[in-house]
């Protein structure tokens, strides 16, 4: 590398760096106002200026790229007197009430006046914006503390790409406004409170922050979020024992400062008043064993309309884990271990998921566990087992800045996975190239350079086409092919007949806009300013000349009857050009639960040991059955979450053990759920709240939510992080691996097993996870000690092992990896004369999941208080529907009533409604008779619907 001379000290610099970046890593300070390392330099505030030897005047150091040999000062006299009249100019017009202002403390501008000795400006002194916007929940604008360093505008430009607030006005009436200096609400902005996070002063505050004491009085501690599957690092200020507000920070692996709204502000759930604190069991249960002289039966009014909370008493932890032991035993005893099945949670940690795995499969004796993977990625980890041997996200999300070319497809990433959304967007400012491949207008096309909207369920034919024409324009990577795969030349065969042409005949998708996203991808082609690509005029085929694609995904391509093929589809792509196995590369689903990758490592399925070992693997059976003190363990492959549906209908299963899942929700065609729910002799719910499904239970079981416990969670990128409890846990709620512990202890003795035999009482959740490592190969070499600060990606087979960021780089899990043809199948069920459109479900940025804790977030209800379906304006003039007016949406399963929003955001024949509102239930309309064949996931994203308006009368 080369150097430069700072300060009289030789330092080396990385090609392109600026002194301002090469200064800080080498811990010399130069004062910044305007200035942050995840920005553009802006070079505003001319804090930051240096002197160059040779150059006449002193340059702005945030924008001045090192140059061999450059001999630069930091400090002198000169720069002292300039930066000290900077600092004068700034509070000539910006309060110094710091004494009451709730920044002390953490402002920088307060910091550098006293750095240089600043108490009173030499100026006339007038404060020129003068406005006080306090039209949120999440944060207050007040202008008067505003320094228009613009940090908060470029944030929102070049990370959130959401353009949301600019400059405004011009001398002294400059200012930072929305458009027309409108409500923030009526503006684009997503309240993730980026612009929050970077404001050096205190013109942005959290709402919640405002009164709350100064920045010293605040302690912090941070942790892993609990929301989706990125896994951001949070910091939480606290002050007695209360969370303040919450912030990312500079460290955090995998999103550094920035979070969204979610993150960032949806964390006051944890202190609702419907927190479950004690232990319940159902009355007419209590009656039964004589806790109760009350008589009672279940009301048949489901929970999905009537809240039922007056149906328990409270009991102790004793008594409760006594019944539900009993009942256990009994229906074991009876009925054989396979008649009862269990739902493990992407919400729990891996120490968590990994006893309660152990819990059925040592405990109870039945492989009958699984989890809401089922229901999201299954379809990822058999696909991409198949391809790969490993069925998970290949590379990293900040890897994403590298790639010349994205592929977003069945993903709404800027809603469902937002952070991941923000690495995206900076590498399309850097010039790559986005294809977003979607039926929907997902607010990712906004920065795309293609956009192909198939109709729903026709994106196989569009998967396919794409490579065939690769194949025919000769941009395959012959290489690679030949090096590192296998069935290539039986694949290739099987793509003759999908021309673009016919491709374009099912999708809806014109056949040369398959043809641009083919090249594009192929090529790792980068789009210019001007909208061209780059390396069109180069030799195309050539490695040389190949760029670096990555494809994302998500639940758009897995949850179909042939999630598995769309899988295979996208490895095959991937396979095909090379583009897998280097950075900025790769197959990379993004996955919805906070642990739902966790979930999955340890064996919360019903087909694998931990680590992903098959059940029917003998030897490695046989060694985690030894490990766990017993002779053998079940062989037989479990029942999966939709077939356990099935199975306690039919009488199989005849009790179930659910953590943390809200299947009256989450499963599909949930008006089936409820009634094999109600068919159960016995249903125990482990949960932080009274959710749907806990209000049909026998037992409710109060858990500690993720913000109340320790252990690991292991984001998509297959990163195991370390959680730290930031609050205690209210009333006598445990964490989750304490109860799963204490009931298993409960049911050995009731079955007449020797205690001890199998290990249930661990001191901790660093306890439980040495056990786990030593039986699950990829986590081989995690300990808690290892995963301070920014923890392991697996596999990390061993306690010397770094850990592997990106998968496949030399050698594919299975060795070679496996082209597999692959057939286009249309969905399970199609649109008809009787229900003419097809039903979409997905979520929302506002809310998570079945909204379990998003609905009980002060701000995130605030901005998304009820549900809505999104109407083409076609379909809804055809139903008479209005905007913002009633709907009724009917499938052959069931109907629900909610608000229509006619968009055209959904093409005609398309509607779309998001699964978190109990009270429009997206999942009453959902089936559950079709699965993927191997993947046994059901089909979320097709579904025959339709219309009606509620107001109008037939007849």
Not at 73 to 93: C, G, N, P
Not at 405 to 412: E, F, P, Q, V
Not at 621 to 645: C, F, Y
Request: proline share 6%.
């Amino acid at each position: 590398m080369d150097t430069i001379t700072l300060d009289g000290r030789e330092v080396e610099f990385a090609p392109g760096a600026t002194v301002m970046e090469t200064a800080l890593r080498y811990h010399i300070e130069i004062p910044r106002l305007c200035y942050h390392p995840e920005l553009r330099p802006s070079g505003g505030c001319r804090l930051c200026l240096v002197e160059v030897e040779g150059r006449p005047n002193p340059v702005p150091s945030c924008g001045l790229v090192c140059q061999p040999g450059m001999v630069i000062h930091t400090q002198s006299d000169a720069l002292r007197v300039m930066r000290r009249d900077i600092i004068d100019l700034f509070i000539s017009e910006h309060p110094l009430n710091c004494v009451t202002c709730d920044k002390s403390g953490a402002c920088d501008l307060q910091r550098y006046a006293y750095a240089y000795g600043i108490s009173a400006t030499t100026f006339d002194f007038e404060v020129a914006r003068t406005q006080f916007q306090d039209d949120n929940p999440f944060f207050v604008r007040d202008h008067q503390y505003c320094i228009l360093c613009g940090k908060c505008v470029r944030v929102c430009d070049e990370v959130v790409g959401l353009n949301a607030i600019d400059y405004a006005g011009r001398g002294f009436d400059s200012h930072i406004a929305t458009p027309f200096d409108g409500l923030m609400i009526d503006s684009s902005c997503v309240f993730c409170g980026s612009c929050v996070q970077v404001c050096p002063t205190a013109a942005l505050l959290p709402k919640s922050r405002l009164g709350q004491g100064r920045e010293w009085e605040l302690t912090r501690k941070r942790t892993i979020c609990g929301y989706c599957g990125v896994g951001c690092g949070i910091e939480f200020a606290l002050k007695d024992e209360r969370i303040v507000y919450a912030q990312g920070y500079a460290d955090a692996p995998v999103n550094g400062e920035f979070l969204c709204v979610k993150g960032r502000s949806g964390w006051d759930f944890i202190s609702s008043p419907d927190r479950l604190t004690r232990p319940l069991v159902r009355k007419d249960l209590a009656y039964k064993l004589g806790l109760s002289d009350e008589p009672w039966e279940l009301p048949p009014s489901s929970p999905l309309r009537s809240r039922s909370s007056d149906a328990f008493i409270e009991v102790g932890w004793e008594t409760a884990l006594d019944i539900t032991a009993t009942a256990l035993a009994q229906i074991i005893t009876d009925h054989g271990p396979d008649a009862v099945g269990g739902l493990a949670s992407a919400r729990c940690t891996n120490e968590e998921n990994y006893l309660f795995q152990k819990f059925m499969r040592a405990g109870v004796g039945t492989n009958n566990v699984d989890h809401c993977a089922r229901l999201c990625h299954a379809s990822t980890v058999t696909g991409l087992g198949m391809a790969f041997g490993s069925g998970a996200m290949t590379n990293t999300i900040r890897g994403l800045r590298d790639a010349d070319c994205i592929l977003i497809t069945g993903s709404n990433t800027a809603e469902s996975h937002p952070v991941i959304s923000y690495e995206v967007v900076r590498a399309v400012k850097k010039g790559a190239s986005l294809i977003v491949i979607d039926p929907r207008r997902v607010p990712m096309v906004d920065h795309a350079t293609l956009w192909l909207q198939p109709t729903p369920g026709t994106d196989i034919y569009v998967f396919l086409a794409m490579m065939h024409l690769i194949l025919r324009e000769g941009w395959a990577d012959q290489a690679f092919i030949k090096e590192r795969t296998e069935g290539f030349a039986a694949f290739a065969k099987g793509l003759e007949e999908y021309t673009p042409e016919v491709a374009a005949l099912h999708s809806g998708v014109p056949a040369e806009e398959i043809e641009r996203a083919a090249r594009l991808y192929a090529l790792g082609q980068r789009t210019s300013i001007f909208g061209d690509e780059h390396r069109e005029d180069q030799a195309e085929g050539q490695a040389a000349a190949r760029g670096r694609s990555a494809i994302l995904y998500a639940m758009g391509i897995t949850q179909r009857t042939n999630g598995t093929d769309l899988v295979l589809s996208l490895a095959n792509l991937s396979m095909l050009c090379g583009q897998i196995g280097k950075d900025g590369t790769g197959v990379n689903p993004l996955r919805g639960q906070a642990n739902v990758q966790g979930a999955c490592d340890v064996a919360a399925l019903p087909n694998v040991l931990p680590g992903y070992q098959p059940m029917t693997n003998d030897s490695a059976r046989l060694a985690v059955a030894a490990r766990w003190g017993l002779d053998a363990l079940p062989a037989k492959a479990g029942l999966t979450v939709v077939e356990m549906t099935h199975a306690a209908e039919a009488g199989k299963v005849r009790a179930m053990y659910i953590m943390g899942e809200n299947p009256m929700l989450s499963d599909p065609n949930i008006g089936h759920v409820e009634v094999a729910l109600r068919s159960l002799d016995f249903l125990v719910v482990q949960d932080i709240f009274l959710s749907e499904t806990a209000q049909l239970a026998h037992v409710v079981l109060p858990a500690a939510a993720s913000l109340e416990k320790d252990g690991t969670f292991t984001n998509t990128e297959r990163r195991v992080q370390l959680l730290q409890p930031v609050l205690d846990a209210p009333g006598q709620a445990l964490p989750d691996w304490q109860i799963i512990a204490e009931l298993a202890e409960r049911l050995d003795a009731k079955l007449g097993r020797p205690q001890g035999v199998v290990r249930w009482r661990f001191p901790s959740t660093a306890a439980i996870m040495e056990e786990l490592a030593q039986v699950t190969p990829i986590y081989g070499g995690l300990r808690h000690a290892r995963l301070a600060g920014a923890g392991l990606t697996w596999p990390c087979p061993a306690e010397d092992h770094p850990g592997t960021p990106v998968l496949h780089t030399e050698r594919f899990s299975r060795g070679l990896a496996k082209f597999h043809g692959v057939e286009a199948q249309a969905p399970a069920e199609q649109p008809d004369t009787e229900y003419p459109l097809i039903l979409s479900t997905g979520r929302i940025l506002y809310h998570y999941h079945t909204g379990t804790m998003t609905r009980r977030s002060a701000g995130l209800d605030w901005r998304e208080p009820r549900g809505y379906a999104e109407i083409n304006e076609v379909d809804a003039a055809a139903a008479n529907i209005r905007d913002g007016g009633p709907v009724v949406i009917r499938s052959r399963r069931g109907q629900v009533r909610t608000q229509a929003r006619v968009s055209n955001r959904v093409q005609p024949g398309v509607v779309f409604l998001s699964f978190h509102w109990k009270e429009a239930p997206a999942n009453l309309l959902t089936q559950d008779y079709a699965l993927d064949p191997l993947a046994k996931i059901p089909e979320y994203k097709v579904s025959a619907v339709r219309v009606e308006n509620p107001s109008q009368r037939k007849g």
